[in-house]
């Protein structure tokens, strides 16, 4: 068995937050602060500090004074797990497809901030290509076919916001590093609804991606086909694009 110290957070108010939250999930109305205190056996005045913090952060809300519930920010989350959950279900079975008729990677990534995760991929062998970024791995969108997709979805104010902020750093001599660049490159990616990455993150590489939507008509994941530069075909665009229409049905899309 696990001591208690190893199922217990090291720092004490996290343990603190936590019971406060498992307390509030438990009631469908507000808790007063009294109840919560006896609940946890925390002093009032240090739950109060907690739940004070909490609600900055919109984890915990409250209706009146001296009464709490959960807050708008966990089922914010909670949204975004369940779509990441629910697309990588939804597309691993067409994504094993593409892969069947590329014989190359592919790839499922969402965004987290200014950077793409890869949460699923389907690959083997004899694709002929290293697989670099392993499940889990992250990379800057500027630099990804992806992140092409996810910063073409913003707006130019945003865009600008994300170069400042990142400096537009280079992986290899193709990388997009100027802001001029990367906007005549989104335009053209919101143009043709699909995006590239003309071995802008890794030399040797290069690959194409379409957006993957959910019933809201938001753009939850990207798509993408990964090859050696000399094998990444053209005529892969429109099975790529059906693919992701697919899974975005499956996920409750109308196209």
């Not at 901030?113 to 004899?126: A, K, L, N, Q």
């Not at 499940?135 to 994300?162: E, I, N, Q």
């Amino acid at each position: 068995m696990k001591s208690k110290e190893a199922q217990t957070p090291a720092i004490q108010v996290l343990e603190r937050m936590f019971a406060l939250l498992d307390v509030l999930a438990g009631h469908q109305d507000p808790v007063s602060l009294k109840a919560l205190s006896e609940a946890t056996g925390l002093h009032p005045s240090t739950a109060h500090r907690i739940l004070n913090d909490l609600t900055l952060g919109r984890f915990v809300d409250r209706p009146e004074a001296g009464s709490y519930r959960l807050g708008m920010r966990l089922l914010e989350l909670g949204n975004l797990v369940k779509a990441r959950l629910d697309v990588r279900d939804a597309a691993l079975p067409a994504m094993r497809e593409l892969h069947k008729f590329t014989h190359q990677p592919v790839n499922l990534s969402v965004r987290q901030g200014d950077e793409i995760v890869y949460i699923e991929r389907t690959y083997s062998e004899r694709s002929g290509m290293q697989v670099v970024r392993a499940v889990g791995g992250r990379a800057p969108l500027h630099l990804t076919s992806v992140g092409k997709l996810f910063l073409a979805s913003d707006d130019a104010v945003r865009v600008r916001a994300y170069a400042t902020r990142t400096g537009l750093s280079g992986h290899t001599r193709n990388s997009l590093t100027e802001l001029s660049g990367l906007e005549r490159e989104l335009a053209l990616v919101r143009q043709r609804g699909i995006a590239r990455d003309d071995e802008e993150l890794e030399l040797g590489v290069r690959c194409m991606a379409a957006g993957i939507y959910d019933d809201q008509d938001k753009l939850i994941a990207g798509l993408s086909i990964s090859a050696p530069a000399d094998r990444l075909e053209e005529s892969w665009v429109v099975r790529l694009k059906e693919t992701a229409a697919r899974i975005s049905a499956a996920l409750g899309h109308r196209g």
